[in-house]
């Protein structure tokens, strides 16, 4: 297993990323297609069952395409509410479907919601996992057009734990 190819070390690298909920399939289905077309790599955060488990191929896809596949949890629960056996579990459940599916290992994790906490951050590193959290969200969960997102931008919760520049 190997890292992602042209993997960076954001916290020596100045980086912005989007987060598309659907992940890489269903209503983002054309995502990929416009990546490819102006050359733009990118980072999909995927919880595990919903993703990995229950529709590979547009995940296998977004690996063969030299996209990062990092890790999401495996069911996007809360991750700091259950014991630390419960959050370990989450986090390399995931991490090891992502690494069988995509021949590679997730190096970030962004936690559900943005939720972090002491232990999920000690938790994440021991797979080797590095925390990655937003630096704003448009909370368009209810809506379905661009238009609010983009007049809805908002602080998050947490500042990002590593101290570099927030990549979501």
């Not at 579990?89 to 599916?101: G, H, K």
């Not at 232990?119 to 057009?145: I, N, Y």
């Amino acid at each position: 297993m190997t890292t992602a190819p042209g993997a960076v070390d954001r916290r020596e690298v100045t980086c912005v990323a989007l987060t598309f909920g659907a992940g890489a399939g269903g209503r983002c289905a054309r995502l990929p297609d416009a990546l490819k077309e102006e050359r733009v790599p990118a980072t999909f955060f995927l919880p595990g069952r919903r993703h990995i488990e229950r529709c590979p191929e547009p995940v296998r896809r977004t690996a063969g395409e030299g996209h990062e596949v990092a890790d999401r949890t495996w069911t996007h629960h809360r991750p700091t509410e259950p014991e630390p056996d419960g959050t370990r579990e989450e986090l390399e459940r995931t991490t090891e479907e992502t690494a069988r599916l995509t021949g590679r290992r997730p190096a970030p994790m962004r936690p559900p919601r943005g939720r972090t906490d002491d232990t999920l951050h000690r938790v994440g590193r021991e797979p080797g996992l590095s925390e990655v959290l937003r630096s704003a969200t448009a909370k368009d969960r209810a809506t379905t057009g661009s238009a609010t997102a983009r007049r809805r931008p908002s602080p998050a919760s947490s500042p990002d734990r590593r101290g570099g520049a927030a990549c979501t």
